[in-house]
Structures are given as C-alpha cells and as structure tokens.
C-alpha cells in the first residue's frame, strides 16, 4: 500500500485542501468498509489509537490557515500540519521561492519528515495550489525542487484563465510554476476557474463563489490517487433528480465523461483529441480513479468497456476523439459502493458527494495546449513593455529567465501540436 501525503500551499491550495479533508473524514466516518484498506492511505494511526490525517496546510499568510484551525474539523489537526508566515507574498512568484517561502522550507522539512516516518513505504506527496498565487507556484515549486529526489510528486494545479486575473503579472507565475512543474512532478493535473463556474451553473448555482468552487474541486481531487499535464472529467454534472432512481444509464455517463464541457478545462474547441486516458467509478473517495455502483455488480465494468468502444468510432461532434495510437492507453478501475448517505453543509459537497452513480475520467487531450497557449499570450503581451520586470529582478531572477522560459513553454507547446496535428502552433515573438 502507498501512503499519500497531501500538501495545500497557499490561499487556494489551504482552501480546497480544508474541503477535501472535510470528504475523507466523512467518509471515514459513514463507511464501515473503509478501514480495510484506505484509511493507512491518509490517515496514520499513533500510539493512543488515534486516526491522523497525513498532510499540511503550507501558507504564507495566516488567513487560511487560521480558518481550518475555527472549523468544525479542527480537532483532527495539531501544530504538526500547519506551517504559516507572516509576510504573505504579494502575489510574486519570486517571493514564494527566493524570500518569504524560503523561510518556511526548515519547518516545512521537519513536520513532512515526522509524517513520512510514520509511513511504511515512500509516500507519495500530492501537492494542492494555485499557479497564479505567489505562495501556490513559487513556495510550491520550492517545495517540489527539494523533495523530487526522494518522492514521487503529483501536482493538482489551479490555472485562472486570462480574463480572471485579478494582477496582470499572474501569469509570469504561471509560467515559472508550469516549467518547474514539468521538471519536478511525475505528473500533474490542471483545472481552471472559469470552467468550474460554468459546472456550478449547471447544478443549479447561479452566482458561485470561490468556496463553490474550492467545494467542486476537492471532489473531484478526492478521486485522483508521458506527456505530464493532465485534464480531469467528471460525470454527471447535474443536480440530483428530484423523481426517485432515475439516475443516467452507463451508456450516458460514459458518453458524458468524452464531452468537452464535462472537462474542468476551458477551451473553445468543440472537439478535441485524447492522447491517453484513465477512466474510473467513484465508489471509495479516496480510492484512486474509481466508478461509483452499487456492490455486486462486476457486469457493469464489461458495460462501460463496451461504451468506450462505441465512443471511439463515434461521429458526435462534441465528443472528444481519440488519436490513432491511445486504444491501448484505456484503462477502466472499479470497486464497490459502501451504503448510506452523508449530508455536507455546502450544496456543492452535498450533491455530488450523494451521487448514486457518477464518474471521473483523467486524460492528456490537446486541450492542455489551448490553456497554455493562453498563458504564453499574456505572458507576451507583459514581456513587450517589459512590465512588471523590475518587480521580479530583485528578488534573485535574471532578465534572461524571461526569454529562456518563454522558449520553454514554446517547445513544451510543440509537443501537443504534434500530437494533436489538426491544430497550429501560434508564432513565438522572440524579445
């Protein structure tokens, strides 16, 4: 069994991270079968007997953190998973790696060593944060440059599309924090704002808030245990049925997880090509890439198969398609549904954590390179001006940092193009 050590780094990172602990404890509470086998996964049992959660919340602003430490959960976390600053950052990628965020790096160090030495095998560090956020990419990147050589390190990255940035320089974070990314992380996963609102539109949410939305991503992460950036998909995204049991087929769901609106990427593509893909039933939240059933049913695993079969010969068009060589890339995981019903008090949590039947699927689709595309946009149109460089320069960055990643990011896009052959690559405008 792998342990997993889950870290939340930063004001998005501390926020999904307190929702999703919400889930586990939840669900280690309301299933009996739990214990047989995903408790050890995130939890540690000490020497009195007590259940503790294996992870940290890592800011340097005290505001999230202090609000997991006023919360109903409080009780299940001690001085030993809270590191904090002061400070904060500014929204600097300089400052989260080179200043403020260095800082925390010894305690970090001491707090995720005790909880590794509790594990019987190298765990695996899931790291939770925003790209755009100073303390989410540069502590992160910090963080993952010190422990890659020891762990395997899956990243969970929270992208905020060009249109929602709240500073025009987030994306010189987001650049830093994507190139280092692929440097450190054995795989990474990415979501983005503005399509997590347009799902929360779809369950009945019209004016979500970022607490809507931090709700929407830890349940999707709580189902997640090459080329490395990876799209969640998840199906259904609809409120409950009001009418008893009548909940999608297979057929639907499946069809639904291959529509590119059910992705928590933003794209204007109405098709897109699969690269690989891992498609899985929710049952245990904890489990990784599972379907949700009800018990003793193996048959249904045949049926999503069959489904997946029909889907790669489909002529739909807003259904994803997949390239010419991923029919060996598929693979299907499933176990069973543990019985009762838990209540949460945010709709969000409630609804989809009480789904009868839903799905999660991850992929790499060409999708990726329409997101990162966006960030090399704005990333340009800062770099021209050169605005915002003289906030960067002191903090330890070199102006030739700026080109060498912008030239990154352009063959890192190559890549997709390639794989993905219907779509251009844009022009890189070299300064």
Not at 122 to 131: E, H, L
Request: overall charge negative; proline content about 4%.
């Amino acid at each position: 069994m792998t342990e997993v050590i889950t870290l939340g780094i930063g004001g998005a990172g501390v926020s999904v991270c307190h929702n999703l602990w919400d889930y586990y404890i939840q669900e280690r509470d309301n299933n009996q079968e739990y214990e047989k086998y995903n408790q050890a996964v995130n939890f540690h049992e000490d020497s009195a007997g007590s259940y503790v959660p294996r992870g940290l919340f890592i800011d340097t602003d005290p505001t999230g953190t202090d609000l997991v430490q006023e919360s109903a959960i409080q009780h299940w976390f001690n001085d030993d998973h809270y590191s904090t600053g002061s400070d904060g950052t500014g929204t600097n990628y300089g400052e989260g790696r080179y200043t403020s965020g260095r800082e925390q790096i010894p305690e970090i160090q001491d707090k995720l060593r005790k909880q590794a030495e509790s594990c019987d095998s190298s765990p695996i560090i899931f790291i939770i944060g925003s790209t755009s956020g100073g303390t989410g990419s540069g502590l992160s990147d910090l963080i993952c440059e010190d422990l890659y050589s020891e762990f395997n390190i899956i990243k969970y990255n929270i992208y905020h599309p060009p249109t929602s940035l709240s500073i025009p320089n987030e994306c010189f974070n987001t650049m830093y924090s994507t190139r280092f990314c692929q440097e450190y992380a054995r795989f990474s996963v990415n979501v983005d704002n503005d399509q997590c609102v347009d799902i929360l539109n779809r369950l009945g949410i019209s004016d979500p808030t970022y607490d809507d939305i931090n709700s929407l991503l830890s349940s999707n992460i709580s189902m997640i245990t090459c080329i490395n950036f990876l799209t969640p998909s998840f199906a259904p995204w609809e409120v409950i049925p009001k009418v008893p049991n009548q909940f999608p087929t297979l057929n639907e769901i499946t069809e639904d997880l291959f529509r590119c609106s059910n992705s928590l990427i933003t794209t204007s593509q109405q098709e897109d090509q699969i690269i690989a893909a891992n498609i899985s039933k929710k049952v245990d939240l904890t489990d990784s890439l599972l379907w949700r059933c009800s018990p003793g049913r193996p048959h249904q695993l045949a049926l999503v198969s069959s489904s997946i079969g029909s889907i790669e010969h489909s002529q739909k068009s807003d259904l994803n398609t997949f390239c010419d060589f991923t029919n060996t890339a598929m693979e299907v995981n499933k176990t069973e549904l543990g019985e009762g019903c838990t209540r949460f008090s945010d709709k969000v949590t409630d609804t989809l954590y009480n789904m009868k039947r839903s799905a999660c699927m991850l992929l790499n689709s060409g999708k990726t390179a329409e997101v990162l595309e966006r960030v090399a946009t704005a990333f340009d149109k800062l770099c021209r001006p050169r605005a915002y460089f003289h906030t960067y320069l002191g903090l330890g960055f070199g102006e030739g940092e700026f080109t060498e990643n912008r030239e990154f990011f352009a063959c890192m896009l190559q890549d997709y193009f390639e794989l993905s052959a219907k779509y251009q690559p844009p022009e890189f405008i070299e300064e």
